[in-house]
């Protein structure tokens, strides 16, 4: 606020404390100067400061409210994108306690915090830890196409540059594999090759 705010904020608060008493004075003395013209004037001119008050005070809040809820939103946009709750709070441009305190407050906002932090732990869950799998198409079908030709499960392995073991660990976990090998040891069109 400047300086000319300031002192009209503060002339209209001595103006209705001073009313108030006169109101309060008249009203323990049991007359009430209704036909007054200048009491009435200043009654009025009481009313309309108090409800100037009370719509500036009612802009302040819903001015509050809307940067509020900005900031809310940004809140849940950094915390989408996997940072910390303590620095999507700072990048938002508020604090952590803040956060808080909002959480406690306002349901709907503890509702999308938790909703956008349940997707991350969902999201979480579905990373697969450790080194990738060299089970991919290309493997399984040399493996497939050194089957066919008659080589043996190891051979194959072999072939496609893993261990037997991997292979008997992906035969047990992929079903399609297990019935794609089946398959093409069936129908071998070579003689089957021995170990050796």
Not at 51 to 76: D, H, I, P, T
Request: charged share 25%.
């Amino acid at each position: 606020m400047d300086r000319n705010t300031e002192q009209l904020a503060a002339d209209r608060e001595r103006l209705v404390v001073s009313l108030r008493k006169r109101i309060h004075a008249f009203l323990q003395a049991g007359n009430f100067p209704l036909n007054d013209p200048a009491f009435t004037s200043q009654l009025a001119e009481m009313w309309a400061i108090e409800r100037l008050n009370q719509l500036e005070e009612e802009q302040r809040r819903e001015a509050e409210a809307k940067q509020r809820a900005f900031v809310q939103g940004q809140f849940c946009a950094y915390l989408a994108e996997g940072h910390s709750r303590a620095a999507a709070a700072r990048l938002a441009g508020t604090t952590p306690e803040t956060v808080i305190l909002w959480c406690r407050r306002d349901d709907d906002f503890a509702s999308a915090v938790r909703a956008v932090t349940a997707g991350q732990r969902g999201a979480l869950r579905n990373i697969r830890r450790g080194r990738p799998t060299k089970l991919t198409e290309s493997t399984q079908a040399a493996i497939i196409r050194l089957l066919q030709i008659g080589a043996t499960r190891s051979q194959a392995a072999a072939g496609a540059g893993i261990s037997r073991q991997t292979l008997y660990s992906w035969l047990r976990g992929a079903p399609d594999f297990r019935a794609a090998v089946a398959a093409a040891e069936k129908g071998a069109t070579g003689p089957r090759l021995t170990e050796g």
